[in-house]
């Protein structure tokens, strides 16, 4: 081994050895410092030389972790590391005299140490910072340095929830002393946030200081404090994927209750479940929002799609009443016809089959009804139609009126051409004294025809059979005409059903764009606020 060597070995045993002796040295020289600094010291008293100087307190507060926020008792409970500085003229000495012993730390029950409290406190136990040591300089500096797990009041305001921001602020200052006695100064601009744990749900921008001075109405004397406000931002993800966006989902189903076929059955009943859908949401949002004035911006959100909905649901039943117009309804008004069924039709993209947006389905033109033909659903034939008058006479005929008396008499012998139900025409003929008559029956009275002469029986019984033969083809012509005409009834109200039903079919399409951009700008206006 070289010289070097040995003696680098030789040093550090003579380390090791002096090391036990030196640490006893130094506790030795604590010990005496502690009882020489307590011989005639109070905790008891403020520790300065002259009972009218000003003690000074340098606060500090470090901000660890944010635990809970309590929106509806508006309540923060947070983690703080608080430091409290100030000069003891009581526990000084020269360090020199206890072998460079510069500083010591004993329980910080033994000291005098500040009432410094948070004025805004919640804590139901009215509990302080920990009772831990206190570190003495030899120049009289104390530190003391104490975890604090706080609940204090915060004025929370809701009014963008989920996309609010919240100022919660800390008020430090002394119970007792006044500031003639006690003046607090903060140690930095703001509190530290170094060691800040993440919270999953607010995000910190930051914890600025204000030192104030308070004049209370019970007191002359200033109080000062200390200030801190912890300005919090939400962070939004939670409430926008478990709230908003199925909200905004459902919102979308309203609209299409429209799109929803009338025949179906089910258009109100889609309205009613997305309005109780939505119900559970704000029921949700009302658990946790505190019972203020001030509606949550989602809350607000929330009604105004319940408004559209309830609004949607009463335009659906004021629609499938048109679309259900019976065929006892009137006709569709000429407005709604140039309006609804042509204008609004081609901007809502309403066509019948074979219609196209360029070229409209013309109107058909349904055929002319017979005068005052009266056709109803039960196959009878109405009072007051008019037939057409079939004349089969021979001969030379000659038109005149009937005397009233010869009238009576004719009426009780002529017999109705038709059979069918009810007698859809008022035509009759017979043969009386040899003289051929028929009458044609009409609104304004009765026009007899007759022809006078005698025949024979050969040429009685011809005409007999002709007028029979004719009287048949006039029953099957009155027969077809009546069908004709029932079945143009019922085509004129099938026609008038269908137009009812194409203006609920129309107003149901107006309505559902007109939805749709309501829930499209309302989503657009809500989600604006998360940028």
Same mark, same amino acid.
């Given at each position: 081994?070289?010289?070097?060597?040995?003696?680098?070995?030789?040093?550090?045993?003579?380390?090791?050895?002096?090391?036990?002796?030196?640490?006893?040295?130094?506790?030795?020289?604590?010990?005496?410092?502690?009882?020489?600094?307590?011989?005639?010291?109070?905790?008891?008293?403020?520790?300065?030389?002259?009972?009218?100087?000003?003690?000074?307190?340098?606060?500090?507060?470090?901000?660890?972790?944010?635990?809970?926020?309590?929106?509806?008792?508006?309540?923060?409970?947070?983690?703080?590391?608080?430091?409290?500085?100030?000069?003891?003229?009581?526990?000084?000495?020269?360090?020199?005299?206890?072998?460079?012993?510069?500083?010591?730390?004993?329980?910080?029950?033994?000291?005098?140490?500040?009432?410094?409290?948070?004025?805004?406190?919640?804590?139901?136990?009215?509990?302080?910072?920990?009772?831990?040591?206190?570190?003495?300089?030899?120049?009289?500096?104390?530190?003391?340095?104490?975890?604090?797990?706080?609940?204090?009041?915060?004025?929370?305001?809701?009014?963008?929830?989920?996309?609010?921001?919240?100022?919660?602020?800390?008020?430090?200052?002394?119970?007792?002393?006044?500031?003639?006695?006690?003046?607090?100064?903060?140690?930095?601009?703001?509190?530290?946030?170094?060691?800040?744990?993440?919270?999953?749900?607010? &995000?910190?921008?930051?914890?600025?200081?204000?030192?104030?001075?308070?004049?209370?109405?019970?007191?002359?004397?200033? %109080?000062?404090?200390?200030?801190?406000?912890?300005?919090?931002?939400?962070?939004?993800?939670?409430?926008?994927?478990?709230?908003?966006?199925?909200?905004?989902?459902?919102?979308?189903?309203?609209?299409?209750?429209?799109?929803?076929?009338?025949?179906?059955?089910?258009?109100?009943?889609?309205?009613?479940?997305?309005?109780?859908?939505?119900?559970?949401?704000?029921?949700?949002?009302?658990?946790?929002?505190?019972?203020?004035?001030?509606?949550?911006?989602?809350?607000?959100?929330?009604?105004?799609?319940?408004?559209?909905?309830?609004?949607?649901?009463?335009?659906?039943?004021?629609?499938?009443?048109?679309?259900?117009?019976?065929?006892?309804?009137?006709?569709?008004?000429?407005?709604?016809?140039?309006?609804?069924?042509?204008?609004?039709?081609?901007?809502?993209?309403?066509?019948?089959?074979?219609?196209?947006?360029?070229?409209?389905?013309?109107?058909?033109?349904?055929?002319?009804?017979?005068?005052?033909?009266?056709?109803?659903?039960?196959?009878?034939?109405?009072?007051?139609?008019?037939?057409?008058?079939?004349?089969?006479?021979?001969?030379? &005929?000659?038109?005149?009126?009937?005397?009233?008396?010869?009238?009576?008499?004719?009426?009780?012998?002529?017999?109705?051409?038709?059979?069918?139900?009810?007698?859809?025409?008022?035509?009759?003929?017979?043969?009386?004294?040899?003289?051929?008559?028929?009458?044609?029956?009409?609104?304004?009275?009765?026009?007899?025809? %007759?022809?006078?002469?005698?025949?024979?029986?050969?040429?009685?019984?011809?005409?007999?059979?002709?007028?029979?033969?004719?009287?048949? &083809?006039?029953?099957?012509?009155?027969?077809?005409?009546?069908?004709?005409?029932? %079945?143009?009834?019922?085509?004129?109200?099938?026609?008038?059903?269908? &137009?009812?039903?194409?203006?609920?079919?129309?107003?149901?399409?107006?309505?559902?764009?007109?939805?749709?951009?309501?829930?499209?700008?309302?989503?657009?206006?809500?989600?604006?606020?998360?940028?």
């Amino acid at each position: 081994m070289n010289k070097g060597g040995i003696q680098t070995l030789f040093g550090w045993l003579l380390c090791v050895s002096i090391w036990p002796i030196c640490w006893c040295a130094h506790g030795k020289y604590a010990q005496k410092l502690l009882k020489d600094l307590f011989r005639n010291y109070t905790s008891a008293l403020r520790p300065v030389d002259d009972t009218n100087n000003i003690l000074n307190v340098t606060l500090q507060v470090t901000l660890s972790q944010i635990i809970d926020m309590d929106e509806r008792n508006q309540i923060l409970t947070a983690y703080l590391w608080i430091r409290q500085v100030w000069f003891d003229a009581h526990l000084k000495w020269n360090k020199e005299d206890y072998d460079g012993l510069d500083t010591i730390r004993i329980p910080g029950s033994n000291v005098w140490r500040p009432d410094i409290v948070l004025y805004n406190s919640a804590d139901d136990h009215f509990t302080g910072p920990m009772d831990t040591n206190v570190v003495i300089r030899h120049d009289g500096q104390m530190m003391w340095d104490s975890p604090a797990i706080t609940k204090s009041s915060c004025k929370v305001d809701v009014s963008f929830f989920p996309f609010d921001a919240q100022q919660c602020r800390f008020t430090y200052g002394s119970w007792t002393y006044n500031g003639n006695q006690l003046d607090i100064q903060n140690a930095m601009d703001s509190a530290d946030l170094a060691d800040l744990v993440d919270n999953v749900e607010w &995000e910190v921008l930051g914890m600025p200081a204000k030192r104030n001075i308070i004049l209370y109405g019970c007191c002359a004397d200033p %109080y000062p404090d200390v200030t801190y406000t912890l300005k919090l931002k939400r962070r939004a993800s939670f409430y926008v994927f478990n709230l908003l966006i199925p909200c905004v989902m459902i919102s979308f189903l309203a609209p299409l209750g429209f799109y929803l076929p009338a025949d179906s059955g089910e258009k109100v009943s889609l309205g009613v479940t997305v309005m109780l859908a939505l119900t559970v949401f704000q029921l949700l949002v009302a658990e946790i929002m505190p019972p203020s004035e001030s509606v949550p911006l989602i809350g607000k959100y929330y009604i105004a799609t319940m408004t559209m909905i309830t609004a949607s649901t009463a335009l659906t039943i004021f629609v499938m009443n048109i679309h259900h117009c019976g065929p006892d309804a009137k006709p569709v008004p000429k407005w709604a016809k140039k309006v609804i069924l042509q204008y609004m039709a081609r901007m809502c993209f309403v066509y019948e089959v074979g219609e196209n947006c360029m070229s409209p389905q013309p109107e058909k033109q349904e055929p002319q009804f017979v005068k005052n033909s009266n056709c109803t659903m039960n196959g009878q034939a109405g009072p007051g139609r008019k037939e057409c008058v079939f004349r089969m006479e021979r001969g030379q &005929e000659t038109v005149g009126a009937m005397k009233p008396e010869g009238r009576e008499d004719i009426d009780q012998m002529m017999s109705p051409i038709d059979s069918l139900g009810k007698n859809p025409t008022s035509n009759y003929s017979a043969w009386q004294n040899g003289i051929f008559m028929s009458t044609e029956g009409g609104e304004s009275g009765d026009v007899w025809r %007759y022809r006078e002469g005698g025949v024979s029986d050969t040429e009685r019984k011809e005409r007999e059979t002709l007028c029979s033969t004719q009287s048949n &083809e006039r029953q099957l012509l009155h027969n077809i005409e009546y069908m004709a005409n029932c %079945y143009r009834d019922q085509r004129a109200m099938q026609r008038r059903t269908g &137009e009812w039903k194409k203006v609920a079919k129309v107003l149901d399409r107006f309505f559902m764009w007109i939805f749709f951009i309501m829930v499209f700008f309302m989503s657009l206006l809500i989600m604006g606020k998360v940028v």
